[in-house]
């Protein structure tokens, strides 16, 4: 596997994560762990995650913060 590839699944992970902690309405938790995968992965990690809810969500992704 790539590394492209295995940052690929790792970003299908964390959007999992985060929108587990969105459906049930924990966006405390899901913000939290947002900033854990900012400081784990880096910034660009944050962003495409970010990005992946906008689009699950249909809102217009943009840079947070």
Known sequence: ????????NR????LQFCL???SIGD???A???LVDVE???GRSMYQSVC???A???RIAPKELR
């Open 1 to 8: 596997m790539t590394e492209q590839e295995q940052a690929a």
């Open 11 to 14: 970003a299908q992970v964390h």
């Open 20 to 22: 587990g902690f969105l």
């Open 27 to 29: 966006w405390s938790s």
């Open 31 to 33: 913000n939290d762990y």
């Open 39 to 41: 400081k784990r992965d």
């Open 51 to 53: 990005d992946m809810i």
């Open 55 to 57: 689009l699950e969500l």
